[in-house]
């Protein structure tokens, strides 16, 4: 829909706003979700027959209910702030990383692999040093190969990234094979169950205490190195133009490769959270799509690591009480998926009308 | 900006096709028609100890886990039990809690917490690979009992509430099987081909001991109305692969195959017996309505006995089986009606006979005079009765002249390859 300067004006154009004051760009976020409420309990009555207002009170209470819900909500909020943390500097850079899923698979199976390999050999505490460093080694090589290629010859980030997911998860259902137990179980089953070799220490008796306080520790450390530090001028000078950042002496190459080095490092920190933090064994699915629903949580935040608590959250709530939903009123799980897509749908929407105008040609009539 | 806006509306769109496609398959959810009217979430009441003299039935709550919801038709056949259990005890909507989609990770440890939190005295998880997640969530709370279908833990886990059950699938297969001689015997006599030709195939998910122990019983009850007859296998390495399946079936069709039977779960090897007009016995659930001319009768498992049996262990005080195999019996495994118009004549009542057998202990699936592997009779054999890693035989299976199948542990442990079957390949 090309905007052919002619004098017939079209039915109405759209223009980029001025920023907007924090209470009107507030306003209209705020105005979003009450809208995106009253479609879906619209839609819930429509097609259910359910009493909304119990719907949301059920959704609540799926993520809140109990102390357990609570520990869990965090649980995943923290996995998946850390992946998203982890995309924030590519993207920002104007690099698509789309392979946070593979990175973390990679880092996963390293951490399963020392798991396996190395939990009746060497001490505990020895294994846990092996399994940080070969996790974070192996995110940070399968970042980097895409941003060899991609600083080298240019090759097209996305598809690479792309491609080496799935090279990464066959690898992953390669050694599943391989360590399966037992034998033509297609699973590995909870590592060390017994010995419980490797597995990260539990905190203050809470199973996911440990891993919300490493990604707080991330988040803490992203927001200064992206907000503060040289490394992270350089990404926003790259991110927003890589002739200026030649101009100005950045080596552009040098910047790529060391940032989804950085990207690829924390991928792999989420693959070791998951694989000996909490699930303790690996699969092919235990990335869980996070590689992608990052790159949402990234986007609604501006790049913002702190922001991105806030929009994790808020992914994290919606899944959590979308799930309750289905528990507590028999529905076919897909009807939470339709609550979350609605919500999510007004929510991006609403990004859109803080940065855009809509000019009609007869008058001025506004949409918020 | 453009692309971040292109991106924004790319996902948004997903996000909605998503959604959409959802709908559209949701066919009949099991409980969606009366609302369950209280929310219980969030009382989470201290969970009695079951063991001590059993409770009131209206304090009995049940939780399961699903790994898919009711489009999958092996999760399905657990939900249709489940509330058929439901209804036949007389418990209400809201006593039977159902969590669906729940993978095989640290979500289903998760589910099971929530679902003890919940209040519910049995907790039930019907995957293989819920089973390391069920035993961590069973040592957590010692209060609720943890059952899971098909897995091997039980008896060597040393835990008083986690149990494992599993059907003797493999005398519903036995019974197919003769059903699938008889018809073999129909079209020798017919002059289609000679008794030195009577093959028939079979497409199997993977080359481990559920899927030898089924395809060895339905070979066994074939050969014992129709000696002559051989057997090719093929694996497709899926549970569900429609493509694989029925690409499997035409293959085993291609090399000169009778008759078709398969162990896994799409549609895929009976359709294409029903376009090549070939036989086919069928796995869990009549396949009738799409194949009318050449279905000719299915096995399948039923876990409404089982549900009942750990809800009842649970209400009158009794412990649970650590494993609990299912029979004919008990009405866990059963077979369809026969197709009179695809299978031989006296197909059902010579059916009914074996059965009769079978029950009664005179006849034996494994019976070791019936089969011979390497050329050789076997009269002893270790089985891998108690997982490990190295899968080390440590059960001797064979006495009183039979295999001894899922006696030890409820999980099928026969894996001999016995003479007369032929596997074309091998998946693991």
């Given at each position: 829909?090309?905007?052919?300067?002619?004098?017939?004006?079209?039915?109405?154009?759209?223009?980029?706003?001025?920023?907007?004051?924090?209470?009107?760009?507030?306003?209209?976020?705020?105005?979003?979700?009450?809208?995106?409420?009253?479609?879906?309990?619209?839609?819930?009555?429509?097609?259910?027959?359910?009493?909304?207002?119990?719907?949301?009170?059920?959704?609540?209470?799926?993520?809140?209910?109990?102390?357990?819900?609570?520990?869990?909500?965090?649980?995943?909020?923290?996995?998946?702030?850390?992946?998203?943390?982890?995309?924030?500097?590519?993207?920002?850079?104007?690099?698509?990383?789309?392979?946070?899923?593979?990175?973390?698979?990679?880092?996963?199976?390293?951490?399963?692999?020392?798991?396996?390999?190395?939990?009746?050999?060497?001490?505990?505490?020895?294994?846990?040093?092996?399994?940080?460093?070969?996790?974070?080694?192996?995110?940070?090589?399968?970042?980097?190969?895409?941003?060899?290629?991609?600083?080298?010859?240019?090759?097209?980030?996305?598809?690479?990234?792309?491609?080496?997911?799935?090279?990464?998860?066959?690898?992953?259902?390669?050694?599943?094979?391989?360590?399966?137990?037992?034998?033509?179980?297609?699973?590995?089953?909870?590592?060390?169950?017994?010995?419980?070799?490797?597995?990260?220490?539990?905190?203050?008796?809470?199973?996911?205490?440990?891993?919300?306080?490493?990604?707080?520790?991330?988040?803490?450390?992203?927001?200064?190195?992206?907000?503060?530090?040289?490394h992270g001028y350089e990404i926003s000078v790259v991110g927003e133009s890589e002739r200026t950042a030649r101009y100005v002496g950045i080596k552009v190459e040098k910047?790529?490769?060391?940032?989804?080095?950085?990207?690829?490092?924390?991928?792999?920190?989420?693959?070791?959270?998951?694989?000996?933090?909490?699930?303790?064994?690996?699969?092919?699915?235990?990335?869980?799509?996070?590689?992608?629903?990052?790159?949402?949580?990234?986007?609604?935040?501006?790049?913002?690591?702190?922001?991105?608590?806030?929009?994790?959250?808020?992914?994290?709530?919606?899944?959590?009480?979308?799930?309750?939903?289905?528990?507590?009123?028999?529905?076919?799980?897909?009807?939470?998926?339709?609550?979350?897509?609605?919500?999510?749908?007004?929510?991006?929407?609403?990004?859109?009308?803080?940065?855009?105008?809509?000019?009609?040609?007869?008058?001025?009539?506004?949409?918020? | 900006?453009?692309?971040?806006?292109?991106?924004?509306?790319?996902?948004?769109?997903?996000?909605?096709?998503?959604?959409?496609?959802?709908?559209?398959?949701?066919?009949?959810?099991?409980?969606?028609?009366?609302?369950?009217?209280?929310?219980?979430?969030?009382?989470?009441?201290?969970?009695?100890?079951?063991?001590?003299?059993?409770?009131?039935?209206?304090?009995?709550?049940?939780?399961?886990?699903?790994?898919?919801?009711?489009?999958?038709?092996?999760?399905?056949?657990?939900?249709?039990?489940?509330?058929?259990?439901?209804?036949?005890?007389?418990?209400?909507?809201?006593?039977?809690?159902?969590?669906?989609?729940?993978?095989?990770?640290?979500?289903?440890?998760?589910?099971?917490?929530?679902?003890?939190?919940?209040?519910?005295?049995?907790?039930?998880?019907?995957?293989?690979?819920?089973?390391?997640?069920?035993?961590?969530?069973?040592?957590?709370?010692?209060?609720?009992?943890?059952?899971?279908?098909?897995?091997?833990?039980?008896?060597?886990?040393?835990?008083?509430?986690?149990?494992?059950?599993?059907?003797?699938?493999?005398?519903?297969?036995?019974?197919?099987?003769?059903?699938?001689?008889?018809?073999?015997?129909?079209?020798?006599?017919?002059?289609?081909?000679?008794?030195?030709?009577?093959?028939?195939?079979?497409?199997?998910?993977?080359?481990?001991?559920?899927?030898?122990?089924?395809?060895?019983?339905?070979?066994?009850?074939?050969?014992?109305?129709?000696?002559?007859?051989?057997?090719?296998?093929?694996?497709?390495?899926?549970?569900?692969?429609?493509?694989?399946?029925?690409?499997?079936?035409?293959?085993?069709?291609?090399?000169?195959?009778?008759?078709?039977?398969?162990?896994?779960?799409?549609?895929?090897?009976?359709?294409?017996?029903?376009?090549?007009?070939?036989?086919?016995?069928?796995?869990?659930?009549?396949?009738?309505?799409?194949?009318?001319?050449?279905?000719?009768?299915?096995?399948?498992?039923?876990?409404?006995?089982?549900?009942?049996?750990?809800?009842?262990?649970?209400?009158?005080?009794?412990?649970?089986?650590?494993?609990?195999?299912?029979?004919?019996?008990?009405?866990?495994?059963?077979?369809?009606?026969?197709?009179?118009?695809?299978?031989?004549?006296?197909?059902?009542?010579?059916?009914?006979?074996?059965?009769?057998?079978?029950?009664?202990?005179?006849?034996?699936?494994?019976?070791?005079?019936?089969?011979?592997?390497?050329?050789?009779?076997?009269?002893?054999?270790?089985?891998?009765?108690?997982?490990?890693?190295?899968?080390?035989?440590?059960?001797?299976?064979?006495?009183?002249?039979?295999?001894?199948?899922?006696?030890?542990?409820?999980?099928?442990?026969?894996?001999?390859?016995?003479?007369?079957?032929?596997?074309?390949?091998?998946?693991?």
């Amino acid at each position: 829909m090309p905007m052919n300067k002619q004098q017939q004006a079209p039915l109405f154009h759209i223009s980029k706003r001025k920023a907007l004051p924090w209470y009107q760009a507030w306003g209209i976020r705020g105005a979003a979700i009450i809208l995106a409420l009253v479609v879906c309990a619209v839609a819930t009555t429509l097609m259910t027959g359910e009493d909304p207002i119990q719907v949301y009170i059920t959704m609540f209470e799926g993520a809140f209910g109990t102390s357990r819900k609570i520990w869990i909500l965090c649980q995943n909020i923290a996995i998946l702030l850390c992946v998203s943390l982890a995309v924030t500097p590519a993207f920002k850079m104007r690099f698509w990383n789309l392979g946070a899923e593979g990175q973390v698979l990679a880092g996963g199976l390293a951490t399963a692999a020392c798991m396996i390999l190395l939990g009746d050999s060497v001490p505990n505490w020895l294994l846990i040093c092996i399994m940080i460093v070969a996790s974070i080694a192996a995110g940070a090589i399968w970042g980097l190969i895409p941003a060899f290629f991609k600083a080298k010859w240019n090759t097209n980030e996305t598809l690479f990234t792309l491609m080496m997911n799935y090279v990464a998860t066959q690898l992953v259902a390669f050694f599943v094979i391989v360590w399966e137990v037992p034998k033509g179980a297609g699973k590995i089953g909870i590592i060390n169950q017994s010995s419980e070799a490797g597995w990260l220490p539990v905190i203050g008796g809470q199973k996911y205490l440990l891993n919300i306080l490493i990604v707080a520790a991330l988040t803490i450390g992203m927001y200064v190195y992206l907000q503060y530090t040289k490394h992270g001028y350089e990404i926003s000078v790259v991110g927003e133009s890589e002739r200026t950042a030649r101009y100005v002496g950045i080596k552009v190459e040098k910047v790529i490769l060391r940032t989804m080095l950085l990207s690829g490092a924390v991928c792999g920190i989420a693959g070791l959270l998951l694989v000996g933090g909490t699930d303790h064994t690996i699969t092919t699915t235990i990335a869980g799509g996070r590689g992608f629903t990052a790159v949402m949580v990234a986007w609604l935040a501006k790049f913002n690591p702190i922001f991105m608590v806030l929009t994790t959250f808020l992914l994290s709530f919606l899944d959590r009480g979308a799930s309750e939903i289905s528990t507590i009123f028999g529905l076919n799980s897909s009807f939470g998926d339709i609550l979350t897509g609605i919500i999510l749908f007004f929510i991006i929407g609403s990004e859109f009308f803080i940065s855009y105008k809509l000019h009609f040609r007869t008058s001025g009539k506004k949409e918020g | 900006m453009k692309k971040i806006l292109a991106l924004m509306l790319a996902l948004a769109m997903v996000f909605a096709l998503a959604a959409c496609g959802g709908t559209e398959t949701e066919t009949q959810a099991p409980s969606t028609d009366a609302p369950a009217t209280e929310a219980p979430a969030t009382e989470a009441p201290e969970t009695e100890a079951p063991a001590a003299g059993g409770i009131a039935k209206e304090d009995l709550k049940v939780g399961f886990i699903f790994l898919h919801d009711e489009n999958s038709t092996y999760d399905l056949n657990f939900l249709n039990a489940a509330n058929a259990a439901r209804d036949a005890l007389g418990f209400t909507e809201d006593q039977f809690i159902y969590r669906t989609n729940v993978p095989e990770g640290q979500e289903c440890y998760d589910a099971a917490c929530e679902l003890a939190d919940m209040g519910c005295n049995i907790i039930f998880a019907d995957s293989f690979g819920h089973e390391d997640f069920m035993i961590q969530a069973a040592k957590e709370f010692p209060d609720v009992e943890f059952c899971h279908a098909t897995g091997t833990r039980a008896h060597t886990e040393g835990l008083d509430n986690f149990h494992n059950a599993f059907a003797s699938i493999y005398e519903g297969r036995y019974l197919a099987g003769v059903a699938a001689g008889l018809k073999l015997n129909e079209m020798i006599e017919a002059g289609e081909f000679t008794a030195d030709e009577a093959k028939m195939g079979y497409v199997g998910a993977f080359t481990y001991a559920e899927v030898i122990s089924g395809y060895t019983s339905f070979y066994l009850g074939a050969k014992s109305v129709c000696p002559t007859v051989t057997m090719d296998v093929t694996f497709t390495g899926s549970w569900y692969d429609e493509t694989a399946e029925k690409e499997g079936a035409n293959k085993l069709i291609a090399n000169g195959c009778k008759l078709i039977s398969q162990h896994a779960d799409s549609m895929g090897a009976p359709t294409a017996c029903e376009e090549a007009g070939v036989p086919n016995v069928s796995y869990n659930g009549s396949t009738i309505a799409a194949c009318p001319n050449t279905f000719i009768v299915s096995s399948s498992i039923n876990w409404e006995p089982y549900f009942e049996y750990m809800i009842n262990c649970v209400l009158n005080g009794e412990a649970i089986a650590a494993d609990w195999t299912g029979t004919i019996a008990t009405g866990s495994v059963v077979l369809t009606e026969v197709n009179e118009a695809a299978a031989a004549a006296g197909t059902a009542d010579k059916i009914a006979e074996v059965q009769a057998a079978l029950e009664d202990g005179s006849l034996h699936v494994f019976d070791v005079t019936t089969f011979t592997v390497d050329g050789a009779a076997m009269d002893s054999y270790m089985a891998d009765v108690d997982t490990d890693a190295d899968y080390t035989p440590d059960t001797e299976a064979i006495s009183d002249g039979y295999f001894h199948e899922s006696e030890y542990r409820s999980a099928p442990y026969f894996d001999l390859r016995i003479d007369g079957i032929t596997l074309l390949d091998e998946m693991f």
